[in-house]
């Protein structure tokens, strides 16, 4: 599923089989962080039982960087350079 493809739906909230797409990740990664460190995700999520739910307008907001979010701490992106040395994004 695509970020435009959110825009377009008329639902409140997302599971994260729909929001992985646009972050590029596997949805079990969303479901772990949710329940383990939901503060690392950039974005509310709402644990009902065990099913997360993720606020569409504010999944939204946040894949375009408009979310204001002051409470969340930064967060550090960790890579590896051409010449395989460890770089942070």
């Known amino acids: 599923m695509t970020l ?11 599971l994260p089989s729909e929001a992985a797409g646009p972050l590029g990740c596997d949805p079990h990664y969303i479901r772990v962080a949710a329940k383990k460190r939901p503060e690392l995700l950039g974005f509310p999520v709402t644990l009902i039982g065990n099913r997360v739910k993720i606020p569409r307008l ?22 590896r350079g051409r010449g395989g040395e460890r770089v942070d994004v």
């Open 4 to 14: 435009a493809e959110i825009k377009a739906m008329n639902k409140d909230v997302l």
């Open 58 to 79: 504010a999944f939204i907001q946040y894949m375009e960087g408009t979310l204001e979010n002051e409470d969340a701490p930064p967060v550090v992106a960790h890579g």
